[in-house]
């Protein structure tokens, strides 16, 4: 009976310093979201202004592991705009991110910049900047240790032999990054890839005051087919993370069904608009479409995604993580929910 108990406690402890010693030894390794493609300032500065309109509204919120302990909360929020005759990007974005018992809390907020460089009908290329003010923080006291438990129980009395220099710590941020777009009018297809770099200058984040943040290299892609005479749209996306020893690939896509609206009324969008002067020639702005898609984040999750877009404006997305990482035996193959707003509009 004793051994039962003391197997449970262990099994809980250690599940309980899963999310304090993800926070403070992979300390180096940032937050990312399952639909990327929904937060573009978050993947490459060089997305700032790389949208039809002239503003942009953009929020991403996503809880996970709420079936180990206490859920790790990640909330992002943007506002960028497209300046200049879409010469010019200019963009805020903001993110909090609280982990685990230990609430460690993670916020940034970062001014972004771009420069947009069109070659040709067809072809625009994109340089972007970002730099940003950072402060992390942590609550030690209602974590629990392995070395407070005395054999048969935990016991809070023990010491827990750990011990930090500071609770919190503030740093500056500077990220860069590139990015080219290709469309065909005639077809529809459609692709943009990006490169960028975050914490270019590597600064000092550490509850330890030695360490410093990797650099993190991100590539991406997101393309887009039009079926033949069919109002359905082939989205695949990519995405590869480097930061440090940590590696995330993202492959998957979606499904995209247009639906255009006509006096009221729902009609299938067959057509493709060919010579217009507006930045999306494959699709009205009078129309809703739905989209459903999967996503694998190589050894960790598998994704669903669904969601809709309104007249080229108001887009929803809700997707749900599966868990497949080694982890799911805790989790139960649970992984985490997100949600994603975006609004595009004019002035």
Not at 56 to 62: D, E, I, M
Not at 237 to 243: E, G, R, T
Not at 263 to 279: C, L, M, Q, T
Request: with cysteine; charged share 20%; proline share 2%.
């Amino acid at each position: 009976m004793k051994k039962c108990r003391a197997k449970k406690i262990i099994v809980g402890v250690s599940v309980l310093l899963f999310g304090i010693n993800s926070s403070l030894i992979l300390n180096a390794q940032d937050i990312h979201f399952s639909q990327f493609y929904f937060s573009p300032l978050s993947i490459n500065p060089a997305n700032t202004g790389n949208f039809s309109g002239i503003y942009r509204l953009s929020t991403n919120y996503k809880n996970q592991w709420k079936s180990i302990s206490t859920p790790y909360k990640t909330a992002f929020a943007s506002v960028d705009f497209s300046l200049a005759k879409k010469k010019l990007g200019l963009g805020l974005s903001f993110f909090n991110d609280k982990s685990g018992k230990s609430m460690m809390t993670q916020t940034l907020a970062n001014l972004s910049v771009s420069y947009n460089l069109k070659v040709n009908d067809n072809n625009n290329f994109i340089a972007g900047l970002q730099y940003g003010f950072g402060q992390n923080s942590i609550n030690t006291a209602d974590l629990k240790w392995d070395s407070q438990y005395n054999g048969i129980s935990y016991d809070q009395g023990l010491s827990s032999g750990e011990s930090l220099l500071s609770q919190s710590y503030s740093y500056m941020d500077a990220s860069a990054g590139l990015l080219w777009n290709y469309s065909a009018k005639l077809t529809g297809f459609k692709t943009s890839t990006g490169v960028a770099v975050f914490h270019v200058n590597q600064p000092k984040k550490s509850f330890y005051g030695t360490d410093k943040l990797y650099a993190k290299i991100v590539v991406h892609n997101s393309s887009q087919f039009k079926l033949k005479d069919k109002p359905i749209f082939i989205q695949p996306q990519l995405l590869f993370m480097k930061q440090g020893p940590y590696t995330e690939i993202d492959l998957g896509g979606l499904v995209r069904y247009v639906i255009e609206l006509s006096g009221g009324a729902f009609r299938e969008n067959n057509r493709i608009d060919i010579g217009s002067k507006r930045d999306d020639k494959t699709e009205s702005k009078n129309s809703i479409a739905l989209f459903a898609g999967t996503q694998l984040r190589y050894k960790d999750a598998f994704v669903t995604i669904f969601g809709f877009e309104l007249r080229k404006t108001l887009l929803v997305s809700f997707c749900y993580d599966i868990n497949v990482s080694k982890l799911r035996t805790a989790s139960n193959s649970k992984g985490s929910m997100e949600l994603a707003l975006t609004y595009k509009g004019s002035l």
